[in-house]
């Protein structure tokens, strides 16, 4: 086994696993290079919610995956048979393989693991049915929408598009962090030699369910997210997937492919604290856990990307928590949700995309929607503005509803040796 208490830089390559492979739908840009210059631009995805009908909430912002067309990305599948969600998983995923650089041929001849992260799976068709049922009565229900509402379709969908047969198909719903368990459950896969080739991540579509739960819960911003920001008021749902394609450094290098960088290890915790109410131990501890399996130093680390919310409680108690972990000397530490909203179980695999275009492409994605930071979150967030950085490490949070936590920590590939741009 993968000594994982060694820094992954002295790992002979067999041991060691990288990205080779993005695929990505979001709100501010489809695609590695659109998805890109919208991180760097800082671009908003905000616009009025367009997936269900608003009528009778004071406000409806949202950041929606606008003119999505699954058919070009599914071969197998035709669009009517998969929800919004499992099109979304499939789409990221044959665009992740393709960047990769990898044919099906080269997947079904593999050992692969699938894993995909979600809160809500396909809650958009379940609210569609029950307004049907409620409206029409049972004569109303379409057999064809019922039979594609369960959540293991949206990895068993990917194993099906590529027509694999020598994978697990896995399916996590761990709400807001299932994108980052994702990830390192695709990390052990290949580490302990269950796989050769891992496509994780996470997807989410834009639900009236989850909309109106977190309205009701007082934390749907009316306007804008501002993380860490003195007068934030809160979330804005949105949607999307992020899907990495990991393989063993060994692997990438002997078929000359393109390195977005290195996964250095990764930490859960699961405190079951409280239903909504984020634990700072917990957090910390998932972070440190995070490190030692990287074998990173908390001074080695470059940038955050935060879970970051903009709820009153999640920023707060999430800034403690790093500034905890890291001696009260943290690093840069920017929300993505500013830019994309809240993602659900696609948020940390979104933000496991950006780190890794972020470390390839040398800059800081801002925290967008700022005025004036909190003096009770301490941290520098990167207000408006990307900046250009020569990243080396960057540690990316996702932090979930009942104490759900996972954190990754990915290296930049090569690994430099110079220190980082101020």
Known sequence: MTDVTAPAGQLPDRDRVVVTGLGVFSSIGVGVPEFTEGLRAGRNGVSPISAFDTSGFD?????????FEPGPWLRRWQEEELGRTAQFSVAAARMAVADAGLTDEQLRAARVQVTVGTTDGESQDLDRLAAEWVADGPQSWNPQTAARVGAGRLSAAVAWEFELSDSEAVTLATACSAGNYAIGMGLDAIRVGDADIALCGGADAMCQKSFAAFYRL??????????????RQGILTGEGAGVLVLERLESALARGARIYAEVLGYGLSCDAHHPVQPEQSSI???????????????????LISAHGTGTRTNDVTESRAIREVYDGAPPRTVSLKSMLGHTMGAASALAAVACSVALTEGFIPPTINHRETDPECEIDCVPNQSVPAQLRVVQNNGLAFAGNNAVVVLGRYPDPQEPPAA
Request: glycine letters at 10%; hydrophobic letters at 30%.
């Open 218 to 231: 007082g934390t749907i911003a009316p306007d804008f997210c501002r993380p860490f920001d003195k007068d």
């Open 59 to 67: 406000h409806a912002n949202g950041c929606e995956v606008r003119d």
């Open 284 to 302: 910390a501890r998932c972070m440190r856990g995070a490190l030692d399996d990287a074998g990173v130093r908390p001074e080695e680390v470059d």
